[in-house]
């Protein structure tokens, strides 16, 4: 017996019952139509039918008849085929969205559900678990982001990749989202450079406890806030609070949003045919994200920001992997088994043995500092980058070919200044002294002793 016939067997029993109770006088024809939830004249209706035609005349005559609003079977058929062919394994709710979206699908999404389990295309969900509460979002924007990856098969054909996503707590908007084959330190630089420099520093990042997140000495126990990794150094240099969370339900708005991506997230890049990591960080930044956002970000509690503008100049330098390293004798540093060379310098005539900084930027570039002052800049590879001259040239352009413009003169070269110490015009210079010989016709300087004997010679 299904659902249907049984409840109007209810009705039936039920509208008997009340019918007596009428005949009894103990209701009158108001009072039974209120309680079998009709009108009065409804109620006498069903009680002359009862009387002509018996309990059968009770009986809801729409029974076995199809409804005027029923689908038509082709398009039962048609959409059934859709999610066979190219939707298999999405869920209901990312399916009934695309239909309508690339379709002008005008069903609703309880019916296509009840299809497809009807089908047998879908399998009915299990029993939810204990109700647990949320903990609140933040009242506005910037004052806590999420970092976390999924490593998952988010490309058909391809080995699982890490996917690193950075959300924002009070609104659950994604800010940044990418492929790489492996989180780690680089990923990490890369994701939050995209975020700072697009909308300014946080308060505070809130991550789980990955080695290139926190130390830890004893797995399990607390992090050790003292010895910082490079992503600890670098939040603590920018003022930002570094939140460890030490279970996954502590995470749960990251993994919940990992389930939406998981169930979404690949099976649209398999309908596109999109096999590479470096298309699919494309689709992901340009089409997928603003859909995301819109369909699934919630307008936060306070409309202003706690985000910090901050110079993307600065961030460069700061959101990178820095080591201390001491110069070689050939004024040489050895990084990662790369030899970087570092060109003479003017300020001084060696680094031998000066305490020098590298820093490894997400680009996969190498810089060496001295102080706050860049030495030099490498590919990679560990060769230097020639940066090339930025001063303008004071060589006169050459005359311009076409016709109707004037010839340009040529730049007459400029006097040199006379020096500070150069005689002014029209005085003589003085006598030149010294050790040098004097001119042959000049008069030597007679002494008083030699002018003495002059003049007894005279007389």
């Not at 810089?367 to 006169?396: D, K, N």
């Not at 730049?411 to 003589?428: F, I």
């Amino acid at each position: 017996m299904d659902r249907t016939t049984w409840l109007q067997d209810r009705r039936m029993q039920k509208f008997r019952d009340v019918v007596s109770r009428w005949e009894r006088k103990e209701l009158s024809a108001q009072e039974a139509g209120e309680i079998l939830g009709m009108s009065e004249r409804q109620f006498r209706r069903y009680r002359r039918r009862y009387e002509e035609e018996g309990v059968s005349g009770l009986a809801d005559r729409r029974l076995g008849k199809a409804s005027v609003k029923r689908v038509p079977v082709d398009k039962i058929t048609w959409m059934l085929g859709q999610y066979r062919t190219h939707h298999m394994g999405w869920n209901v709710k990312h399916f009934h969205e695309h239909l309508q979206r690339q379709h002008n699908f005008a069903w609703g999404y309880t019916w296509t559900k009840t299809q497809l389990h009807a089908a047998g295309l879908v399998a009915r969900s299990g029993r939810r678990g204990p109700h647990r509460r949320k903990r609140p979002r933040k009242p506005c924007v910037g004052m806590m982001l999420h970092q976390d990856a999924s490593r998952f098969g988010w490309l058909e054909g391809a080995p699982d990749l890490d996917l690193v996503v950075t959300m924002d707590d009070a609104t659950g908007e994604i800010y940044s989202a990418f492929l790489v084959e492996e989180e780690g330190t680089v990923s990490t630089f890369r994701a939050l450079l995209e975020v700072f420099t697009a909308r300014g520093l946080p308060s505070s990042l809130y991550t789980d406890r990955g080695s290139h997140y926190f130390f830890t000495a004893t797995a399990g126990e607390a992090v050790d806030k003292e010895r910082l990794t490079q992503v600890g150094r670098a939040l603590a240099r920018l003022g930002i609070e570094h939140i460890p969370a030490y279970s996954p339900q502590a995470r749960g708005r990251s993994e919940r949003m990992f389930g939406t991506l998981q169930g979404r997230l690949p099976k649209e890049l398999s309908l596109f045919g999109i096999r590479d990591i470096e298309a699919a960080n494309r689709y992901i930044r340009e089409v997928y994200l603003p859909l995301h956002n819109d369909q699934f970000a919630v307008p936060p509690q306070i409309t202003e920001s706690a985000f910090v503008a901050v110079d993307p100049a600065s961030l460069v330098d700061i959101l990178c992997i820095e080591q201390n390293r001491v110069v070689a004798r050939d004024n040489t540093v050895a990084y990662e088994g790369r030899t970087l060379q570092l060109p003479q310098s003017p300020a001084r005539a060696h680094y031998v043995k000066a305490n020098v900084k590298v820093r490894e930027y997400p680009d996969d570039t190498l810089a060496v500092f001295h102080g706050p002052r860049r030495l030099a800049r490498y590919s990679a590879q560990g060769h230097e980058i020639v940066e090339v001259p930025t001063i303008p040239s004071r060589t006169p352009c050459s005359p311009p070919s076409r016709r109707g413009l004037a010839t340009l003169e040529c730049v007459a070269p400029t006097t040199r200044r006379p020096a500070l110490t150069a005689p002014a015009p029209g005085v003589t210079p003085p006598g030149q002294v010294g050790t040098k010989k004097r001119p042959s016709g000049r008069t030597k300087k007679l002494t008083k002793k030699k002018e003495a004997y002059a003049a007894a010679a005279s007389v």
